[in-house]
């Protein structure tokens, strides 16, 4: 497309829209009856005024409308393809990429795009994140292997020096097109009526964009938050335009139009790097969304990998229900839902989604595995325990399993690795009969390298002694010492790490006790912390979040209860401690540390009763002059110290000879401050001062937001290391963590998987896979990226089951160039921090 100035005058592109909430202080369902007579204003208007324009985003507000407007859907259509209604965004949602995993914004374009590709026959090519709060490094290349040519947005950028369009450099290298509406995605909205105020409207709009113009042109978005069209503006359009002394012309447009003008433009600067952070608040405000999230993106890819596993096994599954169990979820990854600064019916009813979604992805896992298990031999003495690795490395790994006995007499257990050998195994919990009789027990073990996407067959032989298990009976203790072949950990009565000494190198990676919690307070609100929402906030914000000093913030390690109760045992070694937090909460605390493994692991506990605070836990490093590296979605990032920053699985602090990583399970924000580790747990805060309108209302509560009385639980865990981040390894480290091994008995049966077994082979250990997928066309789809930073050359994946073709294709999962295939193996290079989709023709078995 080619658009030209008009004459001498400059042009000023006039895109009427409406951002669409999806749900915020309304349910999703309420928020369609508000919104849906939006479109059909919008078309009225485009029937009656042949030069109108109108922009829509979001699968999850025009599909529901194409279903309960059918008589409208021809129209529809025809106003897409004759260029005058733009379909946008091209996601189920308008989504936080910060939080949720990098393989849930896959699915979203998958999902919307292919949505929209199929109900109007059109490609969106507008990636349009107007509202989200901030915007990682990787969303260049995303974007660009998504199909869009530009990104539009409002939040994030680093100062007002920023011009309005710039080419976005993201972290490969990958740049697109960015569009920055400096004053908002409704600056041109609420447009007088009459046409002398209307053109002095416009002047005044036209100036105030003129700072961040960079060449002939200029666009105002006019569509505020589930607004109306404004039935005025077309003929008004028209009158402006016919005035002989108009300054310039007023263009009703869609982005498309004024992304061609720009491009006509001989120079485009360039902009480098993330647009973060925004509303920091919304890190650790209603954190439980934030862990049912990662649990639940785990849980639907391991049901994904599942399902081509089986598939090569001549099996025939059906993903049906995954995307039924997916669309709640990407729904809930709108910005305002994942970031929790929701109402509390909405809350409420957002909880309910996440239910549903879970039991299906749970539903699904566990009938996968059972299939799966099916194709093993497991034939032998004892139980068989399958343990399944969802990861793309041979990893070794912390298990617990539940058996069961009927034989009477057993007093004990061992436990048989694939090889026969006898491996330590300790008893957590034993329920017995009567006489004494073991009749259920929960066992813990480390299974050592079970092999990547596949399994290892453990047996559990009953014996008539107690010997066998160590069964580790806990002692109540004031203070715990625990020790594997990395770390001597001491932890004293409060639940803080008073040293975490690293045995190689004999240095304690603390210099003060750690793993101590920090009530502040925080009179911010949903959005933000300390203060409440600006609403209009658009810089990327740089208030430093140091660590809490006495007297400004009440510390878990001020108050003791009963003596902890220390666990040491064969495989793992633990010591637990409950106390009063302050005058009317409660804490408690574990920490763990298991043979062979390189995570020192924390279970925290609290139950809140104070409002407008906020709960972090602090870990003083012994790194004295350190820097400072976040997980982002399929990469990392080093950040600036001091400002707290949403991050994935990790966040690492070090010097580059040693350092200390900080691991955790949805809980997004970390900051290091003072050779600090801080990790945000939780906020109480609700709704302060919002304006209302966008569906907001007088009398609406969020005072669940609070979290009164509610007790939360969080997993995190440390990493002492020598060398960087990527020498240690703690990509891994975060992805294991996040992913543990999966456990579960299994019947005899002659299957023709042997006892231990995996689908591929990676020969790179920067090589990450990130998903396992089928294709919609009877492929499997494999996606990998490159997560040290660091060119890669002659990757090699080989599978266990025979490849005919391979093709590198985008995020659509099209457009392939093929890939040689060598005795079922391919092989590439991979960019610093580059992203690749692999689609694979596997030579169809026999059930």
């Given amino acids: 497309m080619t658009i030209a100035n008009d004459g001498p005058k400059d042009t000023f592109f006039f895109i009427p829209h409406t951002h669409w909430e999806g749900a915020v202080f309304k349910t999703r369902e309420a928020y369609l009856d508000l919104g849906l007579p939006n479109i059909l204003r919008a078309l009225r208007l485009l029937k009656r005024h042949p030069g109108y324009r109108f922009t829509l985003d979001q699968a999850c507000y025009v599909k529901p409308f194409l279903q309960r407007y059918p008589e409208e859907a021809a129209a529809f259509r025809q106003f897409v393809a004759e260029g005058r209604l733009a379909v946008v965004g091209g996601t189920d949602v308008m989504l936080d990429v910060n939080m949720p995993g990098g393989e849930s914004f896959v699915r979203q ?49 680093a100062d007002w020096d920023v011009p309005a369009e710039f080419l976005w450099e993201g972290l490969d290298g990958s740049r697109i097109p960015a569009f920055w509406l400096a004053q908002g995605y409704a600056v041109t909205y609420g447009s007088p009526k009459t046409l002398p105020e209307f053109v002095e409207f416009f002047k005044q709009r036209f100036e105030l964009l003129a700072p961040f113009a960079r060449g002939a042109g200029r666009v105002g978005l006019a569509g505020a938050d589930v607004c109306e069209p404004e039935e005025h503006v077309a003929p008004l359009v028209e009158k402006f335009n016919s005035q002989p002394d108009a300054p310039f012309q007023v263009r009703l447009a869609v982005p498309a139009e004024y992304e ?80 929790g600064v929701m109402t509390d019916h909405v809350y409420e009813d957002t909880l309910s989604s996440f239910d549903f979604s879970r039991r299906l992805a749970v539903e699904e896992v566990e009938a996968r595995l059972r299939s799966y298990a099916d194709r093993i031999d497991t034939q032998g003495e004892g139980v068989s325990v399958v343990v399944f690795n969802p990861l793309g490395w041979t990893r070794t790994d912390l298990v617990f399993a539940n058996v069961g006995f009927t034989d009477e007499g057993i007093s004990g257990v061992q436990l048989l690795d694939p090889d026969g050998k006898p491996v330590p195994v300790q008893l957590v919990q034993a329920e017995r009969d009567s006489n004494g009789a073991l009749l259920r027990a929960e066992v813990a073990f480390v299974a050592r ?123 793992f070694s633990e010591f637990a401690v409950s106390h009063p937090f302050g005058d009317k909460g409660s804490f408690s605390t574990r920490v763990r540390v298991c043979a062979g493994l390189r995570r020192v692991e924390v279970h925290t506990r609290l139950v809140n009763n104070d409002e407008f605070v906020r709960y972090r836990a602090l870990f003083p490093t012994a790194v004295a002059d350190g820097r400072g590296v976040h997980e982002i979605p399929f990469g990392a990032q080093e950040r600036p110290l001091g400002i707290e920053f949403p991050a994935q699985n990790w966040v690492d602090y070090g010097d580059g000879e040693r350092g200390i990583a900080l691991l955790n399970r949805g809980l997004p924000g970390n900051n290091v401050a003072d050779g600090t580790m801080l990790l945000s747990l939780c906020r109480s805060t609700r709704i302060v001062a919002y304006g209302f309108g966008g569906g907001y209302e007088p009398g609406m509560s969020s005072d669940s937001g609070l979290e009164l009385g509610k007790e939360l639980s969080f997993d995190y865990a440390l990493v002492p290391h020598a060398g960087d981040w990527r020498e240690a390894g703690i990509c891994r480290e975060g992805l294991a963590f996040n992913n543990p091994l999966v456990a579960f008995t299994a019947a005899s049966y002659a299957g023709v998987l042997p006892n231990r077994h995996g689908f591929l082979e990676v020969t790179h250990p920067s090589v990450v896979v990130s998903t396992l997928k089928a294709g919609d066309d009877g492929t499997a789809v494999l996606r990998v990226y490159e997560a040290a930073g660091k060119p890669t050359t002659a990757v090699g994946i080989t599978f266990a089951t025979p490849v005919t073709s391979a093709a590198e294709v985008d995020l659509m999962e099209e457009a392939g160039s093929p890939l040689e295939v060598a005795a079922d193996t391919v092989q590439f290079d991979l960019r610093p921090f580059e992203i690749k989709t692999l689609k694979l023709w596997c030579e169809e078995p026999a059930e």
């Fill in 109 to 157: 374009v998958l999902y919307g795009k292919r949505y929209f590709r199929d109900a109007l026959g059109v490609d969106v090519t507008v990636g349009w994140q107007l509202d989200t709060f901030g915007h990682h490094a990787q969303m260049p290349q995303l974007l660009k292997q998504a199909g869009y040519q530009s990104f539009w947005f409002f939040r994030g950028v």
């Fill in 260 to 339: 061609a003008f720009v491009a006509q433009r001989p120079d485009q600067p360039v902009v480098t790097g993330e647009l973060n952070p925004v509303f920091q608040g919304t890190y650790s405000s209603r954190i439980e969304l934030k862990q049912r999230t990662r649990e639940l993106e785990g849980l639907l890819t391991t049901a994904e990998k599942l399902g081509v596993l089986l598939r090569s096994c001549g099996a025939s599954v059906d993903d049906g229900n995954l995307w039924r169990a997916w669309e709640p979820m990407l729904f809930n990854q709108a910005h305002d839902l994942m970031s």
């Fill in 449 to 571: 390298d079970v092999p990547a996407l596949g399994h290892s067959l453990y047996r559990v032989l009953p014996t008539a002694s107690p010997g066998g298990a160590s069964n580790a009976a806990p002692t109540q203790q004031d203070a715990g010492v625990l020790e594997n072949e990395h770390y001597r950990v001491a932890v004293d009565a409060t639940g803080a790490i008073t040293s975490l000494v690293v045995k190689s190198g004999q240095w304690d990676a603390l210099r003060s006790p750690g793993n101590v919690v920090a009530r502040e307070e925080d009179h911010g609100d949903l959005w933000e912390p300390y203060h409440p929402l600006d609403g209009g906030s658009r810089l990327a914000m740089k208030e430093v979040h140091g660590v809490p000093q006495p007297g400004q913030a009440v510390f878990s390690n001020e108050q003791t209860g009963e003596p902890g109760c220390l666990t040491n045992g064969a495989v």
